[in-house]
Nanobody, 115 residues
């Protein structure tokens, strides 16, 4: 089993920045993909960014140029640097690790962008 713990969420003004972290622990040999999703009230969970163990990344169009995903493979940790935050970025952000058996999810961290 894999446990994922997110941190770094909070309240920020529009145009501000936050850095989210997610640490993976438990019985695991390697992690190929680590990703960030988010879910706003009344909306479906959507993908935000993903990164492979080799450093290949992808982003949702809505966050390109503003968010940066990175990882520390030795620590099984993924980060999401969020700049130029907008009110529409307000959501619970979840860390995701897909495996052959199943997808693992963290409990989420709240990000609120409010003017």
């Amino acid at each position: 089993q894999v446990q994922l713990v997110e941190s770094g969420g909070g309240l920020v003004q529009p145009g501000g920045s936050l850095r989210l972290s997610c640490v993976a622990s438990g019985r695991i040999f390697s992690i190929y993909i680590m990703a960030w999703y988010r879910q706003a009230p009344g909306k479906e969970r959507e993908s935000v960014a993903g990164i492979t163990s080799g450093g290949s990344t992808n982003y949702a169009d809505s966050v390109k140029g503003r968010f940066t995903i990175s990882r520390d493979n030795a620590k099984n940790t993924v980060y999401l640097q969020m700049n130029s935050l907008k009110p529409e970025d307000t959501a619970v952000y979840y860390c995701n690790v897909p495996t052959v058996q199943r997808d693992y999810w963290g409990q989420g961290t709240q990000v609120t962008v409010s003017s």
